[in-house]
């Protein structure tokens, strides 16, 4: 099935099982804007729980705050973002649909790659095992056209970029002969920066209402308490601070779901370190983020770093981790050096002092900063979409199954009576009083068990338990597993144990613990 068809697919998935629903949708919805239904909102919750204890339980010097979405305007001109949070864009004149002319450029060096790949794969397949793709790749003339053609745009993007060349990017977008997907054509407007902060006032009118921007990273509540939280805390560095909360950004290309939202939630951890010492901390905490996501088990080879093109205004290195979507490979999680940019701006913007003194040093100093910054909802779309499978079955019948990590499924077991009736439900319903206060639970008897299944498959439940006439007997019931579809029959008093060590967030925990 095409990718396109896929991610359509689990679109309606998500909506047709309560995990997302398009916001406002009685009155048609609104731009980008999404809200969490009943399974999603456990998924969503259970997510935050793993980023959350993965960075306050096993970091002891990481701990967490929860700031106001509502802060001093000041603190995004001293951030950078009223003056510098801007995308470059451009509308096509026939469509008159607004693109990011950064984007428009980006796809066309993706699908360049694309190309390259794909006659790559068409030459290893013609020549078998004999195929050497290093030599194919250095000495075929196509090939190397191409890639010639796709360096040079690439070396131009990124210095319009750096130079904020908005002509230059305009430029390019002509060069390549960019068309617009829904008019065909290359009709192009100018490129023009767009600051992509939602505004809104406090106060009435009478007493002199202020401007004050809705949040566009959670960051800037991190830095502007660095010094309550260090304080506080007697904290020592190195040491971080962990966020998790809504941001805000007035996209201008609103797409992909939930990939990009206009209001949507983050978590971030700003590390605080000695001058010095970031790119050591940087690539630490590299490693230790690409562990959490690996550690789920959707498949390593799901997941890559990427370098950014173009540094923001305040970093010294960045790198996203990139996670494969039905859409090809897309950022999840930044990891940026921010060097000590905010806190020396704020202490600029503040007039107040933002350093440390360090006791070992015997000197203050404003400390430089690693951060990690993931996007809850990207996060959900990755599990979602590295999860769904649709699975021809031997009986001629198929079935939707979302693979969840087990840690992180809505729903850890349905209880399921064979029927309903000859005291089956009542056994049921004492088995789930015993497991109810800690795993989530789902008691089901309508239609058949085979439906039964498939309704637990589609929403990721790990365990089905089957009540039936011989459990009243010798107190054992059928475990079924989701992936294998396989059943043991196992007592009931051994149930906790099994689910428990199964689903276990611990257990996930450990895997990253080293
Ligand atoms: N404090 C740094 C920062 O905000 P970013 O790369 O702009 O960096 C971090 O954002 C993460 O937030 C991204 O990797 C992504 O997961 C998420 N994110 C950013 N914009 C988003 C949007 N419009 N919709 C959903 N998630 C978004």
């Avoid at 002891?60 to 973002?81: L, R, Y």
């Avoid at 095992?129 to 040079?152: G, I, M």
């Avoid at 962990?242 to 949507?264: C, D, L, P, T, W």
């Avoid at 981790?321 to 806190?343: A, C, N, Q, W, Y």
Wanted: charged content about 30%; overall charge neutral.
């Amino acid at each position: 099935m095409a990718q396109e068809d896929v991610f359509k697919k689990i679109v309606s998935h998500c909506k047709e099982y309560g995990f997302v629903f398009p916001s406002s949708e009685v009155y048609d919805g609104l731009g980008a804007v999404y809200d969490y239904g009943p399974h999603g909102v456990e998924l969503k919750n259970n997510i935050k729980k793993y980023w959350w204890e993965s960075m306050t339980l096993l970091h002891e010097n990481v701990v967490g705050i929860d700031s106001a979405i509502f802060m001093h305007p000041t603190i995004w001109k001293a951030s950078g973002h009223v003056d510098a949070f801007n995308d470059p864009l451009i509308d096509n004149k026939d469509s008159k649909k607004r693109y990011r002319a950064d984007v428009l450029i980006e796809d066309y060096l993706a699908k360049t790659d694309e190309k390259i790949a794909k006659e790559t794969e068409k030459a290893a397949k013609r020549f078998g095992s004999t195929f050497d793709e290093a030599k194919f790749r250095a000495t075929n003339p196509r090939v190397l056209e191409q890639q010639a053609r796709r360096e040079a745009i690439h070396a131009r993007f990124v210095k319009a970029l750096n130079d904020s060349n908005l002509e230059e990017l305009r430029q390019i977008i002509l060069d390549t002969e960019i068309v617009c997907p829904v008019s065909g054509t290359r009709n192009w407007t100018e490129v023009r920066q767009f600051n992509l902060m939602f505004s809104t006032e406090m106060g009435s009118t009478s007493e002199g209402a202020m401007k004050i921007f809705l949040r566009p990273e959670t960051a800037q509540g991190i830095f502007v308490n660095f010094l309550n939280v260090q304080k506080t805390g007697r904290m020592k560095l190195p040491f971080g601070i962990a966020q998790i909360g809504k941001a805000f950004r007035n996209e201008i290309v609103a797409r992909q779901f939930i990939f990009r939202m206009r209001e949507f939630e983050q978590m971030e951890m700003q590390f605080f370190v000695r001058p010095g010492e970031e790119m050591e901390w940087f690539n630490k905490w590299k490693k230790t983020r690409l562990a959490w996501h690996k550690a789920l088990g959707l498949g390593d080879a799901k997941y890559r770093y990427h370098d950014h093109d173009k540094l923001a205004h305040y970093a010294n290195a960045a790198t996203d981790i990139e996670f494969e979507m039905p859409f090809g490979f897309k950022e999840v999680e930044g990891i940026h050096s921010r060097t000590d940019f905010d806190l020396s701006q704020h202490e600029k913007y503040s007039g107040k002092k933002m350093q440390y003194f360090d006791p070992e040093q015997g000197q203050s100093y404003t400390p430089y900063v690693v951060e990690t910054s993931i996007g809850v909802d990207r996060m959900f779309l990755s599990i979602i979409s590295g999860s769904y499978a649709e699975e021809a079955l031997g009986n001629g019948e198929s079935r939707v199954v979302l693979r969840l990590p087990a840690a992180l499924a809505p729903v850890k077991l349905a209880i399921l009576p064979l029927v309903k009736k000859d005291g089956l439900p009542e056994k049921a319903e004492e088995i789930r009083a015993m497991l109810r206060f800690d795993f989530h639970c789902q008691y089901d008897e309508k239609d058949s068990i085979g439906k039964r299944y498939r309704r637990q498959d589609a929403i990721g439940t790990p365990y089905c338990i089957t009540i039936d006439h011989q459990t009243l007997e010798d107190n054992q019931v059928t475990i079924r597993y989701r992936d294998t579809m396989e059943q043991e029959r196992v007592a009931i008093g051994k149930l906790h144990e099994i689910i428990a060590e199964k689903v276990s967030l611990k257990n996930l925990l450990k895997k990253i613990n080293n």
